[in-house]
């Protein structure tokens, strides 16, 4: 009976993974079909090169050596392409204030070396002290660089509240996405590291639905058409201009 429900779960993961296949390919044309690479060029390379790894993965599931190794690599390459693309959004959200601009860079990397200290004290404190557990370690440095991701996220939308920038749809689709996969990858790899492999189906079934619907966001928020603000929506440009003048002066003292 155990092993009837297993083979099920795993046909729905196969399932979940064909569909996150389709919904990739839609993505990578409908930001080359309207020209969205030009805009979003970090975001572009990561759709992109998720494609190339899960169709790489997918040919690869009969090898399990080499798929692991393909995995670890693509794995490696998400996690540095998802936070240039959250860097990508700041520097989209402040385009048209220089000193917000400079202020938002200096915050983001600090932010960004405060989570990598917590992401590192993580590491210390579960790494198991057993050579061979090398699963359990890679999730563990992966749980915690999940945690420097989510941080910042965290960090992205706080900041845009606090000074009531506007969002632009697409930006917003981007960042939203991003950050509901980052939330259960991060939630799923703390639970496999506390219990072990045996929730590990279950992890990847929340893992392929959070990216299926990650994807099924891109897509929508990349199709809308971005519509013009109404003045109620948009933060006052006197005050926009205030806090940009403010930062300017003191970073020419």
């Known amino acids: 009976m155990l092993r009837g429900e297993a083979m099920v779960s795993m046909s729905l993961v196969k399932g979940l993974w064909q569909i996150a296949i389709i919904l990739k390919v839609v993505l990578v044309a409908v930001l080359i079909a309207r020209r969205m690479w030009r805009r ?3 975001f572009t390379a990561y759709a992109s090169t998720s494609l190339a790894v899960s169709l790489l993965l997918f040919t690869l599931r009969g090898t399990p050596q080499t ?3 393909v995995f670890w690599c693509g794995e490696v390459a998400a996690v540095v392409l998802s936070f240039s693309v959250v860097y990508e959004i700041f520097r989209d959200l402040l385009g048209s204030c ?3 601009n ?3 860079s200096f915050l983001f990397w600090g932010f960004l070396a405060t989570f990598v200290v917590l ?3 993580v590491i210390y404190v579960k790494f198991p002290h057993v050579p061979s557990q090398v699963t359990a370690s890679l999730l563990i440095v992966e749980e915690a660089v999940r945690l420097v991701e989510v941080g910042l996220l965290v960090f992205l939308f706080l900041f845009a509240s606090a000074f009531g920038l506007h969002w632009r ?6 960042a939203v996405g991003l950050a509901l996969y980052a939330v259960v990858e991060l939630t799923g790899e703390a639970m496999v590291a506390q ?6 189906l279950a992890f990847n079934m929340a893992r392929m639905l959070s990216i299926n619907c990650s994807l099924l966001l891109w897509i929508g928020y990349m199709l809308v058409p971005e519509r013009v603000a109404s003045v109620a929506e948009l933060p006052k440009p006197a005050q926009l201009e205030q806090w940009n003048q403010a930062v300017m002066e003191l970073i020419n003292q």
């Open 195 to 200: 219990f072990g492999l045996v929730i590990g």
């Open 119 to 121: 992401g590192c004290l």
């Open 40 to 42: 979003f060029p970090v």
């Open 169 to 174: 749809k697409s930006l917003f689709g981007i």
């Open 102 to 104: 400079r202020v938002a």
């Open 67 to 69: 798929y692991i190794y």
């Open 98 to 100: 220089p000193a917000l």
